[in-house]
Nanobody
Framework: QVELVESGGGLVQTGGSLRLSCAASGRTSSSYSMGWFRQAPRREREFVAGISWNTGYTDHAPSVRGRFTISRDNAKNTVYLQMNSLKPEDTAVYYC???????????????WGQGTQVTVSS
């Protein structure tokens, strides 16, 4: 069992920045991936960014590429999402997720955090 706890959400103006954190606890290994997803009101949950824990390989959705950066702290078992140049369309509940697969493109994310609200005012 893996527990994920997100933090760092809030209300910011267009162009502002936020840094989300996701702390993982429970059973862990190097062969897993972590990612950030978001769900805007009345929209489906979408992939934002992911990182393979053992290799550090990352991928970011086209909509956030160049503005958001996913990173990890191995010692703290924590993944971050640095969000810069925020836009109103970034408004959503952001969820941290994990899966026991080193590939960002294979397997299903089956561990989820509770979500943290990010609101960007226009």
């Amino acid at each position: 069992q893996v527990e994920l706890v997100e933090s760092g959400g809030g209300l910011v103006q267009t162009g502002g920045s936020l840094r989300l954190s996701c702390a993982a606890s429970g059973r862990t290994s190097s062969s897993y991936s972590m990612g950030w997803f978001r769900q805007a009101p009345r929209r489906e949950r979408e992939f934002v960014a992911g990182i393979s824990w053992n290799t550090g390989y990352t991928d970011h959705a086209p909509s956030v590429r160049g503005r958001f950066t996913i990173s990890r702290d191995n010692a703290k078992n924590t993944v971050y999402l640095q969000m810069n140049s925020l836009k109103p369309e970034d408004t959503a509940v952001y969820y941290c997720a994990a899966k026991y697969h080193s590939s960002l493109y294979l397997g299903q994310y089956n561990y989820w955090g509770q979500g943290t609200q990010v609101t960007v005012s226009s």
